[in-house]
C-alpha cells in the first residue's frame, strides 16, 4: 500500500483559507495518480480534487473557484489551497496517490482513487 502523509489542517473562520500538504512518493507525484477527498461526520467520503499523470484536472462543483490542487514534484508533494471557506467545507481532508493503468493504445488513464491516507482535521467555523 502507497504510503502518504497529509499536513496543514487546522481551525479557521469563514472566508479564510488553509493549504493542505500531501507527502506521497516520488514516482507517482512524477507520474500519477493524485488527489484529494474529504468525509464529514455522518456523510460519505467525496471527492475534493484530482490529478491525472498528464496534468489534467478535476474539482467537485463546490469547490471549484475556491480550491487548487498542485503538485510540487521537486518536493514530491501535492498541495490543495483552500480559499473562502465555509462551515461546510468541515470536514476530515485525506489525499491519495495511485498507480496510473496502461491501456492498449500505450496512453495511461486513472481509475477510481483509492487508498486514502489518514488525513487531517479542517474546521471551519461561522
Known amino acids: 500500500q502507497v504510503q502518504v502523509k497529509e499536513s496543514g489542517g487546522g481551525s479557521v473562520q469563514s472566508g479564510g483559507s488553509l493549504r493542505l500538504s500531501c507527502a506521497a512518493p516520488?514516482?507517482?507525484?512524477?507520474?500519477?495518480?493524485m488527489g484529494w477527498s474529504r468525509q464529514a461526520p455522518g456523510k460519505d467520503r467525496e471527492a475534493v480534487a484530482s490529478?491525472?499523470?498528464?496534468?489534467?484536472?478535476i474539482y467537485e462543483g463546490s469547490v471549484k473557484g475556491r480550491f487548487t490542487i498542485s503538485l510540487d514534484k521537486a518536493k514530491d508533494t501535492l498541495y490543495l489551497a483552500m480559499d473562502s471557506l465555509k462551515p461546510e467545507d468541515t470536514a476530515i481532508y485525506s489525499c491519495a496517490a495511485n498507480e496510473p493503468v496502461k491501456n492498449f493504445s500505450g496512453d495511461y488513464y486513472c481509475g477510481p482513487l483509492n487508498n486514502w491516507g489518514q488525513g487531517t482535521q479542517v474546521t471551519v467555523s461561522a
Open positions: 490529478i491525472d499523470p498528464y496534468g489534467k484536472i
Open positions: 516520488s514516482w507517482l507525484v512524477t507520474f500519477g495518480c
